[in-house]
């Protein structure tokens, strides 16, 4: 098998400018190709772990843009140019890690492969994704011209990948339906050691129904970015009845707007070092999971600790929580279903047990995922040079028939 030790390998990132599940991905990417530079649209280091300045880190022009960390939203229509700004030619494999722009890249005669978070959730489920947002009417008035620029962007973008790799069915489906490209699944990683902490084998919640906030093992735990489309809004509302104990970790521009709503049994964390999330996964009851989500690393995460998932039943969730067993489902993004839910879960909570859900996690290991990505470029690659062997060979053979 090809080894890429010997290439020159480039990866390609939408944006960094905050933290979340397609960048515990990447940083994987990078733990595998430790000297590939990593080519971004935008770089705001002070919202991301330390852990990223040390890595080549390779920003577009749009980093000299001014007010980015407040308005990068604003700025949409330059991403596709940022991403076609880099020439990346001079390397053997360019990995695009890609919800959006990323897969556009440059590339030459690279081979190029991409892990598909999503085909641009923006552009194809825009209802979705519109219903929560907050932008002016004149913006509102001219989105429907930049959707029609986005869409037509994408499809030609992704005409420019040689293999596609999806992060769960459900994408696998997207990536079929929409750019009518088959791809590979690899799950995105989890490192389940370094969520468990020891849970009892069939850990109880004696104290379900408690109202105090404080001792462990009395509060429900969401962690998410604090953004419209992740629903957190009826998680709020729900607990406000319930009048249960909840913790949110996480940043985000809607977490205003989330505290303004909150009574004071809701909790807001901001953003935490790995060591207090992996605290807080340990000692909760359950993590609520409310979006449809792509893949869903939180539930997996909250898995590998142990913990059940109240989880909204649709997206990648649905390939990797058990009802009744792993978690439990709700059906409608609506307070009254999470209210229901958590309701259910008061009544079977004695159920679950703690080391058949991290088993389920241990399917997404860290290591697991590296040898599968890693394996599965090499195969691409091979393949790839024996297309271009083949090809230049035809070429050859075209030309000296001519010459004859």
Same mark, same amino acid.
């Given at each position: ?6 290439? %020159? ?10 933290? $979340? ?7 994987? =990417? ?31 022009? =749009? ?44 590339? $030459? ?16 489920? #825009? ?31 992704? /005409? ?7 992060? /769960? ?38 104290? #379900? ?20 489309? %992740? ?11 319930? $009048? ?61 600790? $142990? ?72 195969? %691409? ?18 030309? #000296?028939?001519?010459?004859?």
């Amino acid at each position: 098998m090809e080894n890429l030790k010997n290439r %020159k390998v480039a990866i390609v990132h939408d944006y960094l400018n905050q933290y $979340g599940g397609a960048e515990r991905v990447l940083e994987a =990417m990078h733990e595998m190709y430790p000297s590939a530079p990593i080519y971004t649209t935008i770089y705001l280091p002070e919202n991301l772990p330390r852990k990223f300045r040390k890595m080549d880190i390779r920003p577009s022009f =749009m980093q000299e843009l001014p007010f980015l960390r407040e308005h990068f939203k604003k700025y949409l229509l330059l991403y596709p140019f940022a991403i076609r700004s880099f020439d990346l030619s001079s390397y053997d494999v360019v990995l695009s890690s890609s919800s959006a722009f990323a897969k556009g890249a440059n590339t $030459g005669s690279a081979f190029h492969i991409c892990y598909c978070y999503t085909p641009m959730r923006f552009a194809w489920r #825009f209802d979705d994704y519109i219903k929560k947002e907050q932008f002016s009417p004149a913006i509102k008035k001219l989105l429907p011209l930049i959707i029609k620029f986005l869409k037509i962007w994408d499809l030609w973008s992704s /005409s420019k990948v040689d293999n596609f790799i999806a992060t /769960s069915k459900n994408i696998r489906g997207r990536i079929q339906d929409i750019y009518n490209r088959d791809a590979e699944v690899i799950y995105p990683p989890v490192a389940p050691g370094n969520y468990y902490k020891g849970i009892p084998r069939n850990y109880t919640v004696g104290n #379900f129904g408690a109202s105090s906030n404080s001792g462990p093992g009395n509060y429900f735990l969401l962690v998410s970015r604090l953004v419209p489309y %992740k629903r957190i809004d009826i998680v709020v509302k729900a607990f406000n009845s319930l $009048g249960l104990p909840l913790r949110i970790i996480g940043e985000g521009p809607h977490r205003q707007c989330l505290e303004s709503m909150a009574n004071s049994n809701v909790k807001f964390l901001g953003r935490v070092s790995d060591e207090v999330l992996v605290e807080n996964y340990s000692a909760c009851q359950a993590v609520i999971s409310p979006g449809e989500e792509d893949f869903g690393l939180v539930p997996v995460e909250a898995m590998a600790s $142990g913990k059940p998932v109240i989880a909204y039943a649709g997206g990648g969730v649905l390939e990797t929580v058990t009802d009744g067993i792993s978690g439990i489902f709700f059906h409608e993004q609506t307070p009254e279903a999470v209210f229901d839910a958590v309701a259910r879960f008061g009544r079977i909570h004695h159920v679950f047990n703690s080391d058949a859900i991290r088993e389920r996690a241990l399917v997404f290991d860290r290591e697991v995922f590296k040898e599968k990505l890693n394996g599965l470029i090499c195969e %691409k690659y091979e393949e790839y040079l024996a297309r271009e062997k083949r090809g230049m060979s035809v070429m050859g053979a075209l030309k #000296f028939a001519s010459f004859l």
